[in-house]
Structures are given as structure tokens and as C-alpha cells.
């Protein structure tokens, strides 16, 4: 039973650009939510989609936009990078209205 | 505002010693309260939770107490290893699931022999 898989591992990008994060949910979740970890730091939400649709929202501005596919799999975008957009970057899955939730490994991003 | 406060930042314990680690929220209306431990290069893993109708729940080596007057809850690691050496966060949120993860900012565990 896979659990989320994330891709990139790793990933450099200079400032200015744009990039394209991705994840597929544990078998039989319905639910992603993204969160970035500065280092040092502990997660923190960006959003959460389910049915397709952003349903909840943390303190991101609009730079950070995501998606969710038909098969549950969901891509994070950030726009216009800034050297503080540098981090972890964390899917993790869930079942709705249910808990707990799985987190994958993370995608580190680096802004040069 | 941070709104779960976790300490130490690190902590370091002699193996079979038992580690503690202590968190602080402010909003009453948390009522779920899981620990994750976050090894390099991993994501964090749930390792045990704890909703406010019991005051402290045990699995294995793991407890978790919760005191709800003062908005507190701990980590116990009793008969800490060195394998247990990585990253905790203690993180609350309303209700299981759906609602986002308030996260500490992480306390650095180190067992040693």
C-alpha cells in the first residue's frame, strides 16, 4: 500500500520563476493539503483541496495556487519565486472529515 | 501569533532516560492534539494523539497528557532510545481532519548512550 509520494525530491529554481510541485494521496484518500516548512520551523498550511476544490486556505498569498485531479493526485504552483519561498514543501492526505493525516517526504525547494 | 508553543527546542537525554517535551495553545477551540516525529529527509509521521475527554492516552513508550484548564499537553518517551533521536512537533486543530494543523515550531531530540 503506497503512501504519498511526492515529486521532485529536490528542485532549484531562481528567483522570478515559476514551479510546479506534485503529489498522489494514500490509497483511498480523498482529501490533499499542502504545507511549507521553512528550515527550523514546523509546518505550516497553504491549502486543501477535496472534490477538486480549494476548501480551506491558509495565509499564502495568490502566488501559491494548487489543483486536484479526477484521481485524487494534486499539483502545487508558485508563481514569481522569492528567495523566502525557499523550504520543504509537504503533501499530506486524508480521508474527509476524517483524521489523521499522512504526509509524504517533501519536496525541497530552493530559490537561488 | 503562534498559536501552539512548543518547548525545549532541543533536548538532549541519556538512553532509557525519558524525554519530555511540553506544548502551550491558546485557542479553547482546538479539541484534537497529535504528536508527529519528523526524521532527515522524511515528512512528519503521526506517533500518537490525544482528544480534551481524557487527560492522558499511552501507546508503547509514548504518553501523552493533556491538561485542559491550563491549555497544555506533553510527550513522554519513556525508556528513550537513540533511534528516537529526531524531530517532534506537537500541532492542534478543530476537529479531526478536515480542519488545518496548527504546528509547534519542533523540538530537536537527542538520545545518547
Known amino acids: 500500500d503506497a503512501g504519498v509520494t511526492q515529486s521532485p525530491t529536490h528542485l532549484i529554481k531562481t528567483r522570478g520563476q515559476q514551479v510546479t510541485l506534485r503529489c498522489s494521496p494514500k490509497s483511498g484518500h480523498d482529501t490533499v493539503s499542502w504545507y511549507q516548512q521553512a528550515l527550523g520551523q514546523g509546518p505550516q498550511f497553504i491549502f486543501q483541496?477535496?472534490?477538486?476544490?480549494?476548501?480551506q486556505r491558509g495565509n499564502f498569498p495568490d502566488r501559491f495556487s494548487g489543483h486536484q485531479f479526477p484521481n485524487y493526485s494534486s499539483e502545487l504552483n508558485v508563481n514569481a519565486l522569492l528567495l523566502g519561498d525557499s523550504a520543504l514543501y509537504l503533501c499530506a492526505s486524508s480521508l474527509f472529515l476524517d483524521s489523521p493525516l499522512h504526509f509524504g517526504n517533501g519536496t525541497r525547494l530552493t530559490v537561488t | 501569533q503562534q498559536q501552539v508553543k512548543q518547548s525545549p527546542q532541543s533536548l538532549i537525554v541519556q538512553k532509557g532516560g525519558i524525554s519530555i517535551i511540553n506544548c502551550a495553545y491558546e485557542n479553547t477551540a482546538f479539541d484534537y492534539f497529535p504528536w508527529y516525529q519528523q526524521f532527515p529527509g522524511k515528512g512528519p509521521a503521526l506517533l500518537i494523539a490525544?482528544?480534551?475527554?481524557?487527560s492522558e492516552k499511552k501507546e508503547g513508550r509514548f504518553t501523552i497528557s493533556f491538561n485542559k484548564s491550563a491549555k497544555q499537553f506533553s510527550l513522554h518517551i519513556m525508556d528513550s532510545q537513540p533511534g528516537d533521536s529526531a524531530t517532534y512537533f506537537c500541532a492542534a486543530s478543530m476537529t479531526s481532519g478536515n480542519t488545518p494543523l496548527v504546528f509547534g515550531k519542533g523540538t530537536r531530540l537527542s538520545v545518547i548512550a
Open positions: 490525544i482528544r480534551p475527554d481524557v
Open positions: 483541496y477535496y472534490e477538486e476544490e480549494e476548501r
